[in-house]
Antibody
Framework: QLQLQESGPGLVKPSETLSLTCTVS??????????WGWIRQPPGKGLEWIGS???????YFNPSLKSRARISIDTSRDQFSLKLSPVTAADTAVYYC????????????WGQGTLVTVSS | EIVMTQSPATLSVSPGERATLSCRAS??????LAWYQQKPGQAPRLLIY???TRATGIPARFSGSGSGTEFTLTISSLQSEDFAVYFC????????FGGGTKAEIK
């Protein structure tokens, strides 16, 4: 069964870089059937898609975050990563990684999420 | 950006009753619409994609309908485990989510 697990610091200082990694197990990240994405949810609020990546390296982002976000992939480790810089308090959220259908772009498998707080 | 608007914000329903949740898109998204369920402290779970196709393992009491700009999620008979927040998401262009509908016990 496919599992995704986010990891990374839970506290980041303003103006610095948020870095998270998603480890995929129970399946390969090198598949043509899926993309791999990041979604966030500020406490008590709704969901916001950040960006997604295809295993060959192509990426696409939410226009509102495009200038600050980067996604990379390590197929040898079945991992993909998010970097967001610079961060402000408004970036405080639970960050989820998820598998995204290549055909229809819905998210069919999610990690448990990790809370990242931006504070000095 | 395609804006997704869900209504109502909160739906008070008694167990066993039918629940109807609405999602409206600011422009047509065809059938490129998904529904998710989220319980406190958990990640969202995919319920419906393609506006009306149930995801693997989703009970038949969940059904989706609509196309274009108007969509509906119906839960035919609410069970205790169905009280949660429900989000819609369009993927006609880059993905955007609705603000959610909370189904609470009446």
């Amino acid at each position: 069964q496919l599992q995704l697990q986010e990891s990374g610091p839970g506290l980041v200082k303003p103006s610095e870089t948020l870095s998270l990694t998603c480890t995929v197990s129970g399946g390969s990240i090198s598949t043509t059937d899926y993309h791999w994405g990041w979604i966030r949810q500020p406490p008590g609020k709704g969901l916001e898609w950040i960006g997604s990546m295809y295993y060959i390296g192509s990426t696409y982002f939410n226009p509102s975050l495009k200038s600050r976000a980067r996604i990379s992939i390590d197929t040898s480790r079945d991992q993909f990563s998010l970097k967001l810089s610079p961060v402000t308090a408004a970036d405080t959220a639970v960050y989820y990684c998820a598998r995204q259908s290549s055909s229809y772009y819905y998210f069919d498998s999610w990690g448990q999420g990790t809370l990242v707080t931006v504070s000095s | 950006e395609i804006v997704m608007t869900q209504s109502p914000a909160t739906l008070s329903v008694s167990p066993g009753e039918r629940a109807t949740l609405s999602c409206r898109a600011s422009q047509s998204v065809g059938s490129n619409l998904a529904w998710y369920q989220q319980k406190p402290g958990q990640a969202p779970r995919l319920l419906i994609y393609g506006a009306s196709t149930r995801a693997t393992g989703i009970p038949a009491r969940f059904s989706g309908s609509g196309s274009g700009t108007e969509f509906t999620l119906t839960i035919s008979s609410l069970q205790s485990e169905d009280f949660a927040v429900y989000f819609c998401q369009q993927y006609n262009r880059w993905p955007t989510f609705g603000g959610g509908t909370k189904a609470e016990i009446k």
